[in-house]
């Protein structure tokens, strides 16, 4: 069970927009930088994310994202088939005293 | 251009002792504010942190696995290495280094070393 939770998987066709949650709490969304991950099948993750909003370099406008009390969320638009990974939210837990993950998003573009 | 490889053995016989290597390249592991992390990957599941080393040396761990890890390095020859205790096959996963930066997330990461814990 992961601290930060995710929808485990979402869909969409190309050129539509999708949108990933990650829900925490006061400990780690709440008052932590939040940063996010791709990750391709078989590959390492990818920062797309940093900062709770910031594009990490040479990650392309379509995507973006947002941090609102103790939830944050990732947008993508203009899906393309090349966006099909899974994606991972995360950032620190003051309580726990460590970095913590989403369980991750498998980003299916139909 | 930072770059991170993980090395160490890809078998390891159950209560055994898990060590792997990450070798950093592009940049110096003893300066800057940068954090020296380990995170890992069971097969078909989400990612853990495990922990992570300072440039100056001062360490921090997953809760979960204080026990039984260490972390240390070896600013000689620009490494950081993982040791894990007594391990089980729950212990079975690919093995990630990568860089910390706070704000900045993880901005490195190696390409992942996978272990199995097998007799």
């Known amino acids: 069970q992961s601290v930060l939770t995710q929808p485990p998987s979402l869909s969409a066709a190309p050129g539509q927009r999708v949108t990933i949650s990650c829900s925490g709490s006061n400990s780690n969304i709440g008052e932590n930088y939040v940063s996010w991950y791709q990750q391709a099948p078989g590959a390492a993750p990818k920062l797309l994310i940093y900062?709770?909003?910031k594009r990490s370099s040479g990650i392309p406008d379509r995507f973006s994202a947002s941090r609102s009390r103790t939830a944050a969320s990732l947008g993508i638009t203009g899906l393309q088939t090349g966006d099909e990974a899974d994606y991972y939210c995360g950032t620190w837990d003051s309580r726990l005293g460590g970095w913590v993950f989403g369980g991750g998003t498998k980003l299916t573009v139909l | 251009q930072v770059q991170l490889q993980e090395s160490g053995p890809g078998l390891v016989k159950p209560s055994q002792s898990l060590s792997l290597t990450c070798t950093v390249s592009?940049?110096?592991?003893?300066?800057?504010?940068?954090?020296w992390d380990w995170v890992r990957q069971p097969a078909g599941k989400g990612l853990e942190w495990i922990g992570h080393i300072y440039s100056s040396g001062s360490t921090n761990y997953n809760p979960s696995l204080r026990s039984r890890v260490t972390i240390s390095s070896d600013t000689s020859k620009n490494q950081f290495s993982l040791e894990m205790k007594s391990v089980t096959a729950a212990d079975t996963a690919v093995y990630y280094c990568?860089?910390?930066?706070?704000?900045?997330?993880?901005?490195?990461w190696g390409q992942g070393s996978p272990v199995t814990v097998s007799s």
């Open positions: 592009g940049g110096s592991i003893a300066g800057g504010l940068f954090f």
């Open positions: 900062d709770n909003d």
């Open positions: 990568a860089r910390y930066q706070g704000r900045r997330g993880f901005d490195y």
